[in-house]
């Protein structure tokens, strides 16, 4: 961006662009700039809200977000710039704005991830709506540079035509079936040109960045985004661990009532896989369903499931998800 | 990024974003109407907390933000219907009485209520939508009609006239499609399953027959005001948003998002096939669904709503359909 020197800038605080004293809002990603010191005590600092009405650039089009409960994306797209998106999001749209789908890698990997197969694709020029049908937050992450940003899945709204679009594998079989995030993440980075992508949190959107080696835990279902510097792995705590004056026959005990709760579970697991047959069990599987049932059944009643997330790197949260019952 | 200049003052002629209540150049009140998005729609205005509306000698009162309830102090002898399942509480005073319906075998085949029913001051009664969202208050004058898509009705005064007519936006396909034939794993694991003589063989016929599909609702509820001025209240999903098309205007949204309109305004169902390479598998999602709305008249939209879901099949009818195949 162009900034004429007037000796003074105002840093956002979401993208950590300069812009001029008098702006209001950031110049790069829409975010109000009066928001810079709202950090809570542990770190976090709330995305955002974009105010109503709010533009934001990116090539020669503009995306402006609309409405606060479940705001929408109104897009004015230039002859010359494209987006892509999945395509259950869109709301309305010009009837010249030409559509296209967009090829995307992984065949079989997608089906068992439950990723779609292909994204939509709209050119300008004209105009097109997008919305997630959930109560929620925007928040918009521009990337350029050597930036590459992971993402949950379907968490996409929109993003730009220039950035590069692929996917990355869950770290581990544990990883996979604990995460709730499903096996894959969206991966996204600027190969070139700048561009933005749109992400919806459900409920509120929470950011910190941790230092080099910086650990967290975040509840897996709350995760929404990280850099790809971020490394991930699931644990699991073991809650009953910290009782003292255990004799080593109540130990004993509890183990072997642990190893019998897993088999019962896993049997309730397999019956739920089963219900609709061969076909359904399978169904669900393939489907990302029989992920989270297997982690009903692998996780321990006394242990809650954790997403270790490792710095260096931005980490995003949403307050909003349906959560994996501890065991 | 700018804030947008999206309001224009009508006394001063300045642009300023229309956020405040007073235009910030002149001091003049904001004239909500006057504010628009790039793409020409107006966000309805969640009716300010505990705002009153006066409706013939009764006033309604909406209270909340998230789900909002349409609290109703009806005067002696005047009175509002409703579908009985937004009822939220009521005074002992007030009389409640079933309302006639008429074709009540297609009402139900619809999923419309069968049970409608009025209450008659004096005395307190109050609705909610029991889903996040908005509540529209849409006053009619005498004689002035509007359509409201099912499912959106919250409460009408009884001085206006209620009816219902088909949507005429439907396409037929032929095939079931239940679970197991979604997916195109699913659909190479049902052919071995087939070869083994463990499918389903039920699954052939139910592929002959013909389904029936109303992205829209079958039918549309239709309501005119008699002699005296009415109110009809409605819940909408998210945020509502509301544009005027001029004579011969027209424009795509996803069907399950249309709120209401005028009955100026018409509807045709349009289907859109994206410009794609091979088309291995049917459910790519290679085809969008849209209602064409043509004016002149006022729209309704609301950004949430539940997904019509496509089959993905070959369409064997369609109430008039256009096509776009965008290569």
Same mark, same amino acid.
């Given at each position: 961006m162009t900034v004429t020197d007037t000796g003074q800038r105002v840093e956002c605080q979401w993208c950590h662009a300069h812009n001029l004293? =008098?702006?209001?809002?950031?110049?790069?990603?829409?975010?109000?700039?009066?928001?810079?010191?709202?950090?809570?005590?542990?770190g976090w600092r709330q995305a955002p809200r974009l105010r109503d009405l709010t533009q934001i650039h990116f090539g020669s089009s503009t995306v402006q977000v609309d409405g606060d409960m479940v705001p929408v994306a109104e897009l004015a797209l230039d002859a010359a710039d494209s987006v892509f998106f =999945? %395509? %259950?999001?869109?709301?309305w749209k010009d009837e010249t704005v030409p559509m296209s789908v967009m090829d995307t890698p992984g065949g079989a990997k997608r089906l068992l991830g439950d990723m779609p197969f292909v994204l939509s694709v709209a050119r300008g020029p004209g105009h097109l709506a997008l919305s997630r049908d959930a109560a929620g937050e925007l928040v918009v992450l521009p990337i350029d540079g050597s930036a590459v940003v992971e993402l949950r899945? %379907?968490?996409?709204l929109v993003a730009s035509g220039t950035m590069t679009y692929s996917f990355s594998k869950a770290p581990g079989l544990k990883t996979a079936i604990l995460?709730?995030?499903?096996l894959y993440l969206d991966r996204f980075e600027a190969t070139g040109e700048p561009g933005v992508i749109v992400v919806h949190g459900f409920g509120n959107v929470f950011e910190r960045t941790l230092v080099e080696g910086e650990i967290i835990h975040v509840e897996p279902g709350g995760f929404l985004y990280k850099d790809a510097s971020v490394s991930m792995e699931v644990i699991s705590v073991?809650?009953?661990?910290?009782? =003292?004056?255990?004799?080593k026959a109540t130990q004993g005990v509890k183990a072997a009532r642990d190893m019998a709760g897993r088999g019962f579970r896993g049997l309730k697991a397999a019956r739920a896989l089963m219900k609709d047959g061969v076909s359904g069990a399978v169904g669900q599987v393939l489907g990302g369903g029989g992920a989270a049932v297997l982690g009903e059944a692998l996780s321990s009643s006394r242990a809650a499931t954790f997403m270790a997330l490792t710095g260096p790197g931005r980490v995003g949260i949403q307050s909003m998800y349906q959560d994996r019952a501890t065991g | 990024m700018t804030d947008t200049m999206t309001y224009t003052c009508p006394y001063c002629r300045r642009p300023s974003?229309?956020?405040?209540?007073?235009?910030?150049?002149?001091g003049a009140p904001v004239d909500i109407e006057l504010r628009t998005t790039a793409g020409g729609w107006t966000e309805l205005p969640?009716?300010?907390?505990m705002a009153r509306i006066q409706v013939g000698h009764s006033q309604v009162e909406v209270s909340g933000r998230s789900v909002p309830a349409a609290d109703w102090k009806l005067a002696a002898g005047e009175g509002v219907y409703f579908p009985?399942?937004?009822?939220?509480w009521q005074e002992p005073s007030v009389q409640l009485a079933p309302m006639s319906m008429r074709r009540a075998w297609k009402r139900m085949r619809a999923g419309l209520p069968l049970v409608m029913l009025t209450a008659r001051g004096p005395g307190r009664i109050a609705f909610s939508h029991d889903s996040a969202g908005e509540v529209i208050a849409l006053p009619l004058e005498a004689g002035a009609s509007v359509d409201v898509c099912e499912g959106r009705l919250l409460t009408a005064s009884e001085g206006v006239d209620y009816d219902w007519q088909d949507s005429n936006v439907w396409y037929s396909t032929s095939g079931g499609t239940d679970a197991?034939?979604?997916?195109a794993g699913l659909s190479v694991l049902n052919m071995g399953l087939k070869l083994g003589g463990?499918?389903?063989?039920?699954r052939d016929d139910r592929r002959n027959e013909t389904e029936w599909h109303y992205p829209l609702g079958r039918y549309v509820d239709h309501f005119t005001a008699g002699e005296q001025p009415g109110m009809v209240m409605i819940g909408a999903g998210g945020a509502a948003f509301v544009r005027d098309l001029a004579d011969g205007e027209s424009l795509l949204v996803?069907?399950?998002?249309?709120l209401f309109k005028d009955p100026s305004v018409s509807m045709q169902l349009h289907v859109e096939y994206p410009k794609?390479?091979?088309?291995?598998?049917?459910?790519?999602?290679n085809r969008y669904l849209w209602l064409r709305l043509h004016g002149p008249g006022r729209v309704g939209v609301e950004s949430c709503y539940v997904a019509e879901e496509d089959p993905?099949?070959?369409?064997?009818?369609?109430?008039?359909a256009t096509q776009q195949l965008w290569r």
């Open positions: 004293p =008098e702006a209001r809002s950031c110049d790069r990603c829409g975010a109000p700039l009066d928001q810079r010191d709202r950090v809570s005590d542990a =999945e %395509h %259950h999001a869109m709301l899945g %379907h968490a996409l995460s709730g995030t499903g073991d809650l009953a661990a910290g009782a =003292e004056g255990a004799s | 974003t229309g956020e405040g209540a007073n235009c910030p150049n002149c969640p009716i300010a907390d009985h399942h937004v009822l939220l197991a034939d979604t997916g463990l499918a389903d063989d039920h996803k069907p399950p998002a249309l794609a390479g091979m088309k291995l598998w049917r459910t790519w999602g993905g099949t070959d369409f064997h009818d369609t109430s008039g």
